[in-house]
């Protein structure tokens, strides 16, 4: 996985090939050599083919090195095959089975026989069913979530934007986005206190089935927002909010303290064939403290700093492949793109500010209109 923090495709390549064709050492005799190539050269040469067989399974062999793998066909046939005949063999079948493989692309979820019927939005939150909102925002997190490859994350240690690190950067900056939806679709309720608060406790019950998908990103996104200066500051609001308990109870796992332990233990007691959207965030910093604790030296490459990076990408990246049995919904789906999509484009941080300013006066004059006629005795 690390490889190439410290050489190329091609010069590992050619290394391997070197090392499955050793040469033995001079002043052996016919015994002696026998005894080389049993305890020696046999075991490494099979040590080889594994290496390639990991190469081609699990670190994308056939989609990022191309050219090294219209290369090694001719090594095992013309090599490999004639030497060690059976592991030559499959290694080729390896190869001929991925090859023709049809292309995996990213699950968007399962296909219903019947068509789901779902109320019309109208580009009204509230209108959409908290279930199958949390359900639709588990699988398009998870749509992404599965593109991220072990180059993009060991790239981001160097760049944090980029085609290098394009796929890891759009899964990431959806977290953002929906952190803005959250608030916008609080705020732009400026004219009832109402029905701000039944947005609140709607998007504490979505983070609630969000914590029941394991969709720990959209939660931890939902439930920041809510914490959010801009949104706890509306006093009179929250004092209109049912939900406020349970939302609590899922701050708890928010905090940054012991580098986010709330959300790694959380995703250390997720059973390994239960699907799950990870929070990333820790193991992201984890990847750049990684590198400024561990570092090369001069002609020295520190196998520490790789062993430590490897781990952190395996954690990151261990639920790919577990796809979340949710129904997908084309009508949500593109309702939901839109929103994420307006919410980044249409609003910054002075404008959450000001919005907030201003819902915030609104509520204060609202709560002296209410005192003034409590006093006038009414």
């Known amino acids: 996985m690390t490889f190439r923090t410290f050489t190329t495709s091609e010069e590992l390549f050619d290394l391997l090939l070197d090392r499955f064709s050793m040469t033995r050492p ?7 050599v ?14 080889v083919l594994d290496v390639f067989n990991l190469w081609l399974e699990d670190h994308r062999l056939l989609e990022e090195d191309p050219h090294i793998a219209q290369r090694l066909p001719d090594f095992i046939r013309q090599v490999a095959t004639p030497r060690l005949p059976v592991e030559g063999q499959a290694l080729l079948q390896n190869i ?13 979820g399962l296909t219903p026989k019947k068509p789901l019927k779902v109320k019309e939005h109208k580009n009204d939150v509230l209108r959409v069913d908290a279930a199958y909102l949390a359900d639709q925002l588990t699988l398009y997190e998870y749509h992404l979530y599965s593109k ?11 760049t944090q934007s980029g085609p290098e690190v394009h796929d890891l950067v759009s899964f990431c900056s959806t977290y953002d986005k929906l952190g803005g939806w959250v608030k916008m679709s609080v ?12 947005t609140i406790d709607h998007w504490i019950k979505v983070a609630e089935r969000c914590r029941a998908n394991c969709n720990f990103s959209s939660m931890s996104s939902i439930i920041s927002a809510l914490s959010s200066v801009v949104i706890t500051r509306l006093h009179l609001t929250w004092a209109h909010v049912g939900r406020k308990s349970q939302l609590d109870a899922l701050l708890k796992h928010n905090e940054p303290t012991g580098g986010f332990a709330g959300y790694r233990n959380l995703l250390g007691n997720v059973d390994s064939t239960v699907p799950c959207v990870p929070f990333i965030t820790m193991y992201l910093t984890d990847l750049i403290r990684t590198r400024e604790q561990f570092r090369d030296e001069p002609d020295r490459i ?9 781990e952190t990408i395996s954690l990151l990246l261990k639920f790919q492949h577990r796809q979340p049995q949710h129904i997908y919904n084309e009508y949500i789906s593109a309702f939901i793109s839109t929103q994420l999509r307006e919410a980044i484009s249409s609003a910054d941080n002075s404008w959450f500010w000001a919005k907030s300013q201003e819902v915030q006066h609104s509520e204060l004059a609202n709560a002296d209109f209410r005192d003034g006629l409590e006093q006038a005795g009414f």
Request: proline share 9%; aromatic share 8%; net charge positive.
């Open 26 to 32: 001079d002043n052996l005799n016919q015994v002696e």
């Open 34 to 47: 026998e005894d080389w190539k049993r305890r020696c050269l046999v075991p490494t040469q099979r040590h």
């Open 96 to 108: 001929e089975r991925l090859t023709f493989a049809d292309p995996v692309r990213p699950p968007r």
């Open 148 to 158: 991220i490859t072990p180059r993009e994350c060991l790239a981001y240690v160097n």
């Open 187 to 198: 705020l732009n309720q400026e004219s009832s206190i109402p029905k701000r608060a039944n």
């Open 302 to 310: 520190s196998f520490i700093q790789r062993q430590r990076w490897h």
